[in-house]
T-cell receptor, first 112, second 115 residues
Framework: GQQVMQIPQYQHVQEGEDFTTYCNSSTTLSNIQWYKQRPGGHPVFLIQLVKSGEVKKQKRLTFQFGEAKKNSSLHITATQTTDVGTYFC????????????FGSGTRLQVQP | GAVVSQHPSWVICKSGTSVKIECRSL??????MFWYRQFPKQSLMLMAT?????????EQGVEKDKFLINHASLTLSTLTVTSAHPEDSSFYICSARVYRASEQYFGPGTRLTVT
């Protein structure tokens, strides 16, 4: 079936270190979205990437969409304690299915 | 903008009873709403997709007679867990999407505990 995998499952970093989570799809995606879920909270939309090879930045966050539109990454530069949470990628497959398929998520813990 | 509310935020019920969870888009009209289930430290599992005025589309393995979904208006969808059992205890989250947009706005979730 169509799946979206994320690695790592969990990462613990010291404040100030960089962090990257990777998202891989079994088939081509029409778009990829990233969400952040704080502990005890609900997912919050961060960004959407649509074009092959697209790169977008939001302050310390850099999002990339692979050339083949089957993988994506989120990189956080100089993490802060406010970055703590679980980061999910989610994509729409080219099949036209309206629902998003969520990745397994990467839980980030930042040590002050 | 794009605020989604859920009610109740948490509920405890006895086994065999039914529980209704409401999902409302407060400042926009949501043509499509989604219901997810999330277990601790796990990803979101899509249960069903609902469009206003039509029957919900359930994901494989989700019992539609057990999880009744009604999308009565462009701002309200409800999920009713019928004859709840302890294994139905979970975090249920709804999300809403505006027509022709692809990003989803999530409600705060409802934590259901069945005793």
């Amino acid at each position: 079936g169509q799946q979206v995998m994320q690695i790592p499952q969990y990462q613990h970093v010291q404040e100030g270190e960089d962090f990257t989570t990777y998202c891989n799809s079994s088939t081509t995606l029409s778009n990829i979205q990233w969400y952040k879920q704080r502990p005890g909270g609900h997912p919050v939309f961060l960004i959407q990437l649509v074009k092959s090879g697209e790169v977008k930045k939001q302050k310390r966050l850099t999002f990339q969409f692979g050339e083949a539109k089957k993988n994506s990454s989120l990189h956080i530069t100089a993490t802060q304690t406010t970055d703590v949470g679980t980061y999910f990628c989610a994509g729409h497959f080219d099949t036209g299915r309206r629902a998003l398929t969520f990745g397994s998520g990467t839980r980030l813990q930042v040590q002050p | 903008g794009a605020v989604v509310s859920q009610h109740p935020s948490w509920v405890i019920c006895k086994s065999g009873t039914s529980v209704k969870i409401e999902c409302r888009s407060l400042d926009f009209q949501a043509t499509t709403m989604f219901w997810y289930r999330q277990f601790p430290k796990q990803s979101l599992m899509l249960m069903a997709t609902s469009n206003e005025g039509s029957k919900a589309t359930y994901e494989q393995g989700v019992e539609k007679d057990k999880f009744l979904i009604n999308h009565a208006s462009l701002t309200l969808s409800t999920l009713t867990v019928t004859s709840a059992h302890p294994e139905d205890s979970s975090f249920y989250i709804c999300s809403a999407r505006v027509y022709r947009a692809s990003e989803q706005y999530f409600g705060p979730g409802t934590r259901l505990t069945v005793t």
